[in-house]
């Protein structure tokens, strides 16, 4: 008797195993169904963001910008009240003018200076002829666009500002301050004069 209750609590054992084994297994599948699921969408919002470029498409997109800055010329101290339609008639006479971007600041303002594209790229040379043409009375500077090259900031060390002083700020003067030979007087350094009680 005792044999057959060990025999019907070992199968009872191994049913709840088997459940437990495929209730494990189903939990894994919908895990990596869900896991599956957050890698596309993370996919699709790194594509919307443009977090992962391409670079072929990034090789083709600096190429097309080279193209329309082939086509397109600078032009500076345009009059702030000078409208685009205005730009684009000024510069009519040397080709189809495709765009015109007139520059402002973040309230809208104009910044004095556009960037006129055309269709063809021998507009530009013509248009490069009205260089120091007048536009409501004022002197045009025309220059063929120039293509920016990402990460090739130029880097401008600090002037050095000749009325702030001698730029040192230790107690002692510069060596210079002395006499070369030890003979005869050096020029005095004297320290600003303080106003008020010390």
């Given at each position: 008797m005792e044999q057959a209750e060990v025999q019907d609590v070992d199968m009872a054992?191994?049913?709840d195993a088997a459940a437990d084994v495929e209730d494990m297994k189903k939990r894994l599948k919908e895990m990596e169904d869900?896991?599956?699921?957050?890698?596309?969408?993370?996919?699709?919002v790194e594509r919307e963001m443009g977090a992962v470029?391409?670079?072929?498409a990034v090789a083709a997109d600096q190429a097309n910008k080279e193209e329309i800055?082939?086509?397109?010329?600078?032009v500076g101290n345009v009059d702030y009240a000078c409208t685009p339609e205005e730009v684009q008639q000024h510069f009519q006479s040397c080709g189809t003018v495709n765009r015109v971007t007139i520059r402002?600041?973040?309230?809208?303002?104009p910044k004095g200076y556009a960037y006129?594209?055309?269709?063809?790229?021998d507009a530009v040379q013509e248009a490069l002829h009205l260089n120091e043409s007048v536009l409501h009375g004022r002197q045009l500077k025309v220059l063929a666009k120039r293509t920016n090259v990402p990460g090739m900031k130029q880097f401008r060390p600090r002037r050095v500002n000749p009325y702030m002083g001698y730029g040192f700020r230790g107690a002692y003067p510069p060596p210079y301050f002395y006499s070369p030979y030890g003979y005869g007087k050096a020029?005095?350094?004297?320290?600003?004069m303080r106003y008020g009680p010390y």
């Open positions: 054992n191994d049913n869900e896991a599956a699921a957050l890698r596309e969408m993370q996919a699709k470029q391409d670079p072929a800055d082939s086509r397109s010329v600078f402002t600041n973040k309230y809208g303002q006129v594209e055309f269709l063809e790229t020029p005095r350094f004297r320290m600003p």
